[in-house]
């Protein structure tokens, strides 16, 4: 358990619909990052945010997006779905503002698109 | 645009058997090199590389990188049964203000007893 949380851990949903993907980080990590999962795209990074901004852009699409808030806890929105964003999200987090090297990663919330 | 390729796609063996995965990259800045292991959830941290030339170990499973001709690779011996994981390779480019941590498509390991 690395002490990362996400909800919900399933999602279906149709496509056009709007979803929120809620991200609790390790107590004390400041940064926050958001990757997707596919089986064509393999593992790409989607966001990063440190103590409330956003501080690196990877792949993520117009139609996503992602704040963290004052708790620290982060969520991912993603709108107008389509087939292809059918995933699994997962949730990071570190405790400093470059840890990408130690990054801890929560379990990910599979989500479908029908 | 960065690029990470990780080979083979997929192996099979046996235990005991050891076997090295491979990646090579092209990316723009590098900063850091670094391999993790999938199993059926997420990702776990097995080793970053940043210097060429130095091993990186731990238990049975050690790391090499190679700046120079732009590669990395891992090594497991005495392969075990829940070694059996896809095992990802990422590299680290930090261009200016603009950080990006591109994955390969990993290499799928089947240990069998």
């Known amino acids: 358990d690395s002490g990362v949380t996400q909800t919900p851990k399933h999602l279906i949903t149709a496509t056009g619909q709007r979803v929120t993907l809620r991200c609790s980080p390790r107590s004390g990590d400041l940064s926050v990052y958001w990757y997707q999962q596919s089986l064509d795209q393999g593992l790409q990074f989607l966001i990063q945010y440190y103590n409330g901004e956003e501080r690196a852009k990877g792949n993520i699409l117009e139609r996503f997006s992602a704040q963290q808030f004052p708790d620290l806890h982060s969520e991912l929105n993603l709108s107008s779905l389509e087939l292809g964003d059918s995933a699994l999200y997962f949730c990071?987090?570190?405790?400093?503002?470059?840890?990408?090297?130690?990054?801890?990663f929560g379990p990910g919330t599979r989500l479908l698109v029908l | 645009e960065d690029k990470v390729v990780q080979s083979p796609l997929s192996l099979v063996v046996h235990e005991g058997d050891t076997v090295t995965l491979n990646c090579s990259y092209e990316v723009t800045n590098f900063r850091s090199l670094l391999w993790y292991k999938q199993e059926k959830k997420a990702p776990t941290f097995l080793f970053m590389l940043?210097?060429?030339?130095i091993e990186k170990k731990s238990g049975r499973l050690s790391s090499i990188l190679d700046k120079k001709e732009l590669f990395s690779i891992l090594n497991i011996t005495a392969t075990q049964t829940g070694d059996s994981a896809v095992y990802l390779c990422a590299v680290f480019d930090s261009g200016g203000s603009n950080y990006k941590l591109t994955f390969g498509k990993g290499t799928l390991l089947t240990v069998n007893p």
């Open positions: 990071a987090s570190s405790s400093g503002q470059g840890g990408w090297e130690t990054q801890y």
């Open positions: 940043t210097s060429s030339g």
